[in-house]
């Protein structure tokens, strides 16, 4: 971890960003548990539980192209700071929840704070690669990789506990001030002065948005890239909502001592903190682990990308063939493995070879197009077993199996690319 250690200790601007992330992502496990809660206590509909994951995704799909403009256009910092006060203010309004005919207000409000999550995201993704030096830039994403997943392990295990003892409305009003803390954290940040592009209006984003899209077109190999989010999203978003099910109908940890001591009746809520405690650890220690065995070098993070769907993949064939909540838990740790290599290695890759001025837009498309097949996923998770009435296993089961065919193609793009790859580490461009 020295390294790690290292990053924070000398450079200060990344320092503040990180600590803002640590603060702003253990409010958000706070509210998806309490989120999820809410929803099962007022409904319970299959459907319902998706409805939650996609209006937190699928607003990001529509807006975020817009956001990877303004992201290229004007300040970053500002940008996360507006996005953190305005998400601080979305969030107390889930206190006005109080009933189910107050869903569609819920829905509403979930859809705005990721509406301002789509603003946040390509700015500090863009935002990174501007104030870490190159060499750098693996460290920085492989530990906020692992603050991530420690956030979500520690957020989701309090926020399960915290929701439980004290309220849903006590977890909400914890998110929105770590908004604050980290809106206030954010401002100390210091951003070098870069080229930006026109500051007409923002509201033409999806048509600029053809620039980013444009440049990606030239390089293939890049556009391969920025589509492996979404490609693992499709798989791993079905998921969200399986878990869900599995925590409250397969291994509730209602009547056990650990229940009883903590005054729970109903065991689905701890049962979710502790998957995602086993989300949290495997997200975590997949970027640093396997670094550590392949290192930084871009053919070596590809290798990482292709080992990473297949762990996924496995992992959530694992969910349908076991029948105990500890190996589930190691099914999920094994998933989430997987998935947290892909998203570190893939960002950094983006990081590292895309110039500056069409950053933002880049990570705008790319986070499009993650958050738009992960809206596909999680509606189909939910639909599926309400309509087709088809079982918890017979789902998870689908999405591994697509999973291993979404590795077998990705394997054939990282053998017909390596020449590209290698062409590029040698002289720095791609032809």
């Known amino acids: 971890m020295g390294e790690y250690l290292d990053l924070l200790k000398r450079n200060h601007n990344f320092r503040y960003l990180w600590w803002g992330n640590v603060i702003s992502l253990l409010g958000d496990w706070f509210n998806l548990i309490a989120s999820a809660a809410l929803v099962t206590e007022l409904t319970s509909s299959g459907v319902a539980i998706s409805y939650l994951f996609l209006v937190r995704f699928l607003p990001q799909f529509l807006f975020s192209p817009i956001a990877g403009v303004i992201a290229d256009r004007y300040d970053r910092r500002k940008i996360m700071i507006v996005a953190d006060l305005l998400r601080a203010v979305t969030v107390l309004g889930f206190l006005l929840i109080r009933s189910a005919d107050h869903l569609w207000l819920f829905y509403l409000l979930t859809a705005a704070q990721f509406v301002l999550s789509a603003l946040f995201v390509p700015a500090r993704s863009a935002a990174l690669a501007n104030i870490v030096e190159q060499k750098d830039l693996v460290t920085a994403n492989a530990l906020d990789s692992f603050t991530w997943s420690t956030m979500f392990a520690l957020g989701a295990f309090l926020g399960g506990v915290i929701a439980t003892l004290f309220g849903n409305q006590t977890a909400f009003v914890m998110d929105a001030s770590t908004f604050l803390l980290s809106a206030l954290l954010i401002g100390r940040i210091v951003l070098p002065k870069r080229e930006r592009t026109s500051a007409s209006s923002a509201a033409g984003g999806w048509l600029e948005l053809k620039d980013g899209i444009r440049y990606l077109w030239h390089f293939p190999f890049l556009l391969g890239i920025s589509f492996v989010k979404a490609a693992g999203s499709f798989v791993w978003g079905a998921i969200n909502v399986l878990e869900v099910s599995y925590a409250n109908l397969v291994y509730p940890l209602s009547g056990t001592a650990f229940t009883r001591w903590l005054s729970i009746e109903s065991g689905g809520t701890a ?118 009435g088809w079982s918890l296993v017979t789902v998870s089961n689908t999405f591994g199996w697509l999973g291993i065919v979404v590795f077998l193609l990705l394997m054939i793009f990282f053998l017909t690319t390596r020449d590209k790859l290698h062409r590029y580490e040698t002289n720095g461009q791609f032809s």
């Open 271 to 388: 049962t979710l903190g502790l998957i995602y405690v086993a989300s949290g650890l495997g997200t975590g220690l997949g970027p640093l682990l396997m670094r550590r065995w392949l290192g930084d070098s871009k053919k070596r993070l590809m290798l990482g990308i292709s080992i990473g769907f297949f762990l996924t993949a496995t992992g959530i064939l694992g969910l349908g063939f076991v029948n105990t909540l500890p190996a589930f838990l190691i099914a999920t740790f094994v998933r989430t493995f997987g998935t947290g290599t892909i998203w570190v290695f893939s960002a950094v890759l983006l990081q590292i070879m895309v110039p500056d001025h069409v950053k933002g837009r880049v990570f705008g498309f790319e986070f499009a197009a993650l958050t738009l097949t992960e809206s596909i996923s999680v509606l189909a998770a939910g639909y599926t077993q309400d309509a087709f």
